[in-house]
């Protein structure tokens, strides 16, 4: 018994056993071809995807690496900054130190670039030695006064050894007393009581000019003005002051300061006294 499909499928047998051997061939070389093909698109991708999977490791790494300079650069730009600021803090700490708020102990410690500056002191005068001098302790800044009184001025003679600055009186120049066994000049104990009553245990303002022949700060001294306060406004000249009580004389010699008033107004004030 013969089946119908059986026969189409040995027909079909036939027609492909009867193709000649070159189509055979080519068939054999065109799967070659596919599976070479099929290797070569497979190692592509392969390479492709290592390829894409490299670069975004490079990538990675390179913006690590930029994180990380930045983050160095920033790190040296703060300390760099740190450093600056902390040195201008330090030198404008030392200047208001030592412009407003470190003492001048003695004449020693005035330097010729304060004398140069003509710089004004504030201070308290501790005793007078003569009708045209006195002893000066310098008090600078706050602190010396109530409400924010911490500082305190030397009373006792031992305490005030090397801590006060000998000034001379610009511009004026009063009788002397006994010196050296030399006998008083007419009027010293007047001018000299006066001077006592007029300054010693108060607040002086002087302008530090030069320093004489035996160290001596010559110095434009004022008093301290009756309402607002003395770096405000200029008080009232003490030179001036003794010479129209009388105490006193203009200077005239040599090197001789009468600050921002004149040697008219000094002479003016002595005829007006007489």
Known sequence: MRLPWRQKQQASEECTSSLPSE??????????TKDTLKTHVATAHANT????????????KRLRAKAYEIGSRTAAYLVLSGFFLGSVSTLGVTFVYRRYF??????????????????????????????????LY???????????????IPTLNKELKEQTIHVRIAGVDAPEGSHFGREAQPYAV????????AIEGRVVYCQLVRRDQYSRIVSMVTLPPPFLP???ITGRSLALEMIRAGTGLTYEQAGAEYGKYGKGEFLRAEAESR
Request: proline share 4%; hydrophobic share 40%.
């Open 23 to 32: 189509q055979r061939g080519l068939g054999a070389r065109w799967s070659a």
């Open 49 to 60: 995807k290592y390829t894409f999977q490299e670069h975004n490791a490079n990538v990675r």
């Open 102 to 135: 470190r003492r001048l102990r003695t004449a020693e410690w005035v330097t010729p670039d304060v004398l140069r500056r003509k710089r004004w002191v504030r201070g308290v005068v501790t005793s007078v030695g003569d009708a045209d001098n006195f002893r």
């Open 138 to 152: 310098h008090t600078p800044g706050f602190g010396w006064r109530w409400p924010l009184k911490f500082r305190r």
């Open 190 to 197: 007047e001018a000299l009581a006066w001077l006592k009553d």
């Open 230 to 232: 003395g770096w405000l």
